[in-house]
């Protein structure tokens, strides 16, 4: 079975800090991706996704990811993090011709500190 | 337009006790998804509709869980006989699939806690 791994489960970066979070998935064919986020009290949406094309993929709020298939990677990054990135990050994939369930990786929590 | 919207937003019963949680998807959505939140374990895929087909039922933890979707839009998740262990938060997620490329972004509802004491 696919698996996705969010290898930092908690992250903890002061205002202006750089950021990287990395996801790494089981799957040797095709995917489709995707970076979720979810704000304090609030559900989750989308940040991001990839699907085909440039591999550097460019979201709301000044985030990018870059698909890198052979490290299996989609890492999310942002090189300037704000007090109001504080938030829930999970990355999903789903492979082409499976089924049409994404794989969520486990989240990882940012917090930034002002 | 309206997102997906969940109902009640929270619930709190009595183990032994069977729920009902309702699922409203996006207006056009064929496909439907339901996911558990438990603290610190991301999202757990329980069932998955797709227009007319059979759900996808693989996630279901155990048969105290089954879900139905009525005229392909409305879905409700509903749990016998609830344990504390079903404590959570329940996603509900639709999603505009077009068939052949793959599963399309979802759309997440705000969720369902349930706490059962």
């Known amino acids: 079975a696919q698996s996705v791994s969010q290898h930092n489960h908690h992250v903890i970066l002061s205002e202006a800090a750089s950021l990287e979070l990395g996801c790494n998935y089981s799957?040797?064919?095709?995917?489709?991706l995707f970076w979720y986020v979810q704000y304090p009290g609030q559900h989750l949406q989308l940040l991001l996704k990839?699907?085909?094309?440039?591999?550097l993929v460019k979201g709301i709020k000044g985030f990018e990811a870059e698909f890198i298939k052979s490290k299996f990677s989609f890492n999310l990054r942002k090189p300037s993090v704000q007090w109001s990135d504080t938030a829930e990050y999970f990355c999903?994939?789903?492979?082409?011709?499976?089924?049409?369930?994404?794989?969520f990786g486990r989240g990882t929590s940012l917090i930034v500190h002002p | 337009g309206a997102g997906v919207s969940q109902s009640p937003s929270n619930k709190v019963t009595e183990k032994g006790k069977d729920v009902e949680l309702r699922c409203d998807p996006i207006?056009?959505?064929?496909?439907l998804y339901w996911y558990r939140q438990s603290l610190g374990q991301g999202l757990e895929f329980l069932i998955y509709?797709?227009?007319?087909?059979?759900?996808?039922k693989s996630g279901l933890p155990s048969d105290r869980f089954s879900a139905e979707r009525t005229g392909g839009s409305v879905s409700t998740l509903t749990i016998q006989r609830t344990q504390q262990e079903d404590s959570a938060v329940y996603l509900c997620?639709?999603?505009?699939?077009?068939?052949?490329?793959?599963?399309?972004?979802?759309?997440f509802g705000p969720g369902t806690r349930l706490t059962v004491t």
């Open positions: 999903a994939v789903n492979p082409l011709g499976g089924s049409y369930i994404p794989t």
């Open positions: 207006s056009g959505h064929t496909a």
């Open positions: 799957y040797g064919g095709t995917v489709n």
């Open positions: 990839y699907f085909s094309g440039d591999p």
């Open positions: 997620a639709s999603s505009p699939i077009s068939l052949g490329q793959g599963a399309y972004e979802q759309y």
């Open positions: 509709f797709q227009g007319n087909s059979a759900p996808d």
